[in-house]
């Protein structure tokens, strides 16, 4: 489990553009790791869309979203693809950067126990330090309140610690 103030796990992947990736690869830009049930579902639809829409304010603050879910490649690319996504979606099948982040968890629907990844957030500063975590995610809005934080918290916080 990860825990704040201590480097993020790392993790080798395939994003939906078919690029091998690692999160040490974003060394120097600070990422927003979210971690989302499936696409082309209402909730992660609608969660993608709002990364998307603040996409360009994450950009001005060097920041890079990546989206983490155990869709196959072919269903990030149709996903990406109908909703316009700029920021890249990896494909967990295996779900072990969802077990490495602690967001594999026992769920319950309808009754029915099952596995599933928690919808949760990840921030990661541009030394690969973990700042902040949201779990059990709402959606709406919650794009807008990483993008704050990013704003009013780390931002100040690395100016501090450069003075």
Known sequence: MPEIGKKAPDFEAVAHNNQRIKLSDFIGKTVVLYFYP???????TME???FRD????FEKLDAVVLGVSGDSISRHQTFSEKYQLPFLLIADEDH???????????????GKTSLG????TFLIDKQGILRKVWRKVKVKGHAEEVLDFIKNELNSEMVQNKS
């Open 38 to 44: 499936k696409d082309m579902t209402p909730g992660c």
């Open 48 to 50: 993608a869309c709002s």
């Open 54 to 57: 603040q996409h360009p304010e």
């Open 96 to 110: 072990a950067i969802a077990m490495a982040y602690g967001v594999w968890k026992e769920k319950m629907l309808f």
């Open 117 to 120: 990844i928690e919808r949760s």
